[in-house]
């Protein structure tokens, strides 16, 4: 008998394991880089303006002398807080609305998938911009403006997962012992459903990082002063023409790098835990 076939699970786990020691490592690097750098890197220094990168300066210095490595840094560690809060917003709402409509009465089944048609059909930009601007801006603007726009995907998923589970031997016999049905969500909805409550946050997180950069930079974020991704994207644009590449070129490719890693982890995630190519 061959020996060679008894590590294939292992070699199937080794790229979600991959994928799991590089987002960490980088998260504890942004997190701890955004605790420990010096604030003062960050007031202005007339006499550093412009610098290109260098030694002292690995990312340059913006229009005000201010450390572009010191602004990037905490900019990401602002964008990863935001969007952690954020998505758990958008899970929680995506599960209580999925697993109550799938358990409740038709009519609130059908009054949910119609907000869900009615938030789909609603353009992502148009509608957080809307809320951000009523709001007030800021983080709050920013995570309601988000968390409302990103739920409806993982709801529908939610809500179908929990339409098969109620119909199960063990859910009839609970609900024939007379358990409510809070009992029955919390105890066993919920629970068979976190695999794809897990997913989904981690797949909606580089999306809602990505909006996070996307509001701050048409301004309905944070002040011009907040060391944002969005806000260094919009501060470097117009020095691009002028040769101040590293103004805008290091912000974006920070931000590429988070959304790639936490895309790639969620992939990963999904074919390990989605029960059809789990096995495969």
């Known amino acids: 008998m061959s020996t060679t076939a008894l590590p294939a699970r292992p070699r199937r786990r080794a790229p979600l394991i991959r994928s799991l020691v590089l987002t960490g490592a980088l998260v504890l690097a942004i ?3 955004g605790m420990l750098l010096d604030g003062s890197a960050l007031t202005s220094d007339i006499g ?7 030694l002292e300066y690995p990312f340059g210095t913006d229009h005000l002398g201010r450390d572009m490595f010191t602004r990037v840094v905490k900019g990401l560690a602002l964008s990863l807080a935001i969007g952690v809060a954020t998505a758990l917003l958008s899970t929680a709402i995506s599960a209580v609305l999925g697993i109550v409509a799938a ?3 038709r009519w609130f089944d059908d009054a949910v998938s119609w907000v869900i048609d009615l938030f789909i059909g609603i353009p992502h930009l148009i509608f957080m911009i809307l809320i951000a601007f009523t709001v007030g801006g800021g983080i709050p603007g920013i995570m309601l403006g988000i968390a409302t726009t990103h739920w409806m995907a993982l709801a529908l998923l939610v809500r179908a997962d929990t339409k098969q589970l109620r119909d199960a031997d063990f859910v009839k016999a ?14 066993h909805i919920l629970p068979l459903a976190s695999p794809q409550l897990m997913v989904g946050f981690v797949l ?9 950069a ?9 002040s011009p002063q907040t ?14 023409l002028s040769g101040k590449w590293w103004l805008a070129a290091f912000p974006g490719l920070a931000l590429l790098l988070v959304v790639l890693c936490f895309a790639r982890l969620g992939d990963q995630l999904r074919s390990r835990l989605d029960p059809r190519t789990a096995n495969g």
């Open 227 to 240: 060391p944002a991704i969005g806000i260094l994207l919009s501060e470097g644009m117009p020095h691009i």
């Open 103 to 105: 358990l409740s009465a």
């Open 214 to 222: 996307a509001l701050t930079f048409l301004g309905f974020g944070f």
């Open 204 to 212: 909606m997180f580089p999306h809602v990082v990505l909006h996070e």
């Open 31 to 33: 997190a701890g880089g």
């Open 48 to 54: 550093s303006r412009l610098l290109p990168p260098s």
């Open 174 to 187: 609970s609900r024939g012992l007379g358990r409510s049905p809070w009992f029955i969500a919390s105890r």
